[in-house]
């Protein structure tokens, strides 16, 4: 693994696999750490091909090392709209199937937003709500879309945007035609985690893999901060490491 610095930005440039030890090991110290004092651990979660390693890698330091997940109440950055937790491509399913069956989570502490909310507004205020109640973030894992999008905040996304319903993006609703099996099962709107929100966990960690996002991490760690790139008001976080393999760093 190697550690470059840009700037005020931290890269953190090695293999998946070496990418995966690392980001595993802040999970495990934290959750250690934690539960030491008595305490939860209150991760942020993220969907998507990216992460899925890494929590491959998590099962198994639970199986093989005795890491409990007891003491770990999670939030997801996002869900898609309408689909309803039994969809096999809800992100609720997808955190189960990836991660939750395979440790000793209590389901009650899992938190994805609503897939099918009365009122999204009101829904989006109690996901603020119970990370506030919760007593904030502490590691916040993020992937990146081709465009920039960080959860579902697409372009135009503000920085003090909060949790709330979105329409997807043209590219990422392309990006998902392969998972739905054709574009137009793709959901058109989602609730995601705001820009803001993002922000105010205490450590956030974006896993970027392949050349595909060469140039977009590019343009988020060094290229001006802004809503056309929502990626590139992370920036402004003192905490931040940026994850890449060779293909994503260039
Ligand atoms: P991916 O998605 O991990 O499947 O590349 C990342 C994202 O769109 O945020």
């Given at each position: 693994m190697k550690k470059v610095e840009f700037g005020s930005q931290i890269a953190h440039v090695g293999s998946t696999e070496e990418l995966c030890v690392s980001l595993a090991d802040e999970v495990e110290k934290l959750i250690r750490e934690r539960a030491a004092e008595g305490k939860m651990a209150i991760l942020g979660l993220a969907t998507g091909k990216t992460p899925l390693p890494l929590y491959a890698e998590l099962v198994r330091r639970h199986r093989?090392?005795?890491?409990?997940?007891?003491n770990v109440v999670s939030f997801n950055l996002d869900e898609y709209e309408g689909?309803?937790?039994?969809?096999?491509?809800s992100y609720w399913a997808e955190m189960w199937v990836n991660l939750f069956d395979h440790v000793?989570?209590?389901?009650?502490n899992v938190n994805v937003p609503?897939?099918?909310?009365?009122d999204a507004e009101r829904a989006a205020g109690e996901y603020e709500e119970a990370i506030r109640a919760a007593g904030g973030i502490d590691w916040q894992l993020l992937g990146i879309g081709?465009?920039?999008?960080?959860?579902?905040?697409?372009?135009?996304?503000?920085?003090?945007?909060?949790t709330r319903r979105v329409e997807l993006a043209k590219r990422t609703v392309e990006d998902a035609a392969d998972d739905f099996g054709?574009?137009?099962?793709?959901?058109t709107h989602a609730m995601t985690m705001g820009v803001g929100t993002i922000l105010d966990a205490k450590r956030v960690v974006l896993m970027a893999r392949g050349e595909g996002k060469q140039e977009i991490v590019k343009r988020s760690m060094e290229?001006?901060?802004?809503a056309d790139v929502?990626?590139?008001?992370?920036?402004?976080?003192?905490n931040m490491g940026w994850f890449l393999d060779e293909g994503a760093a260039g």
């Open positions: 093989e090392e005795g890491l409990s997940f007891a689909l309803g937790r039994d969809h096999e491509r000793d989570v209590v389901e009650g609503p897939s099918e909310p009365e081709g465009e920039g999008h960080i959860g579902f905040n697409e372009k135009g996304s503000e920085l003090e945007s909060r054709g574009v137009e099962n793709v959901p290229g001006e901060m802004s929502p990626a590139s008001f992370l920036q402004k976080h003192e």
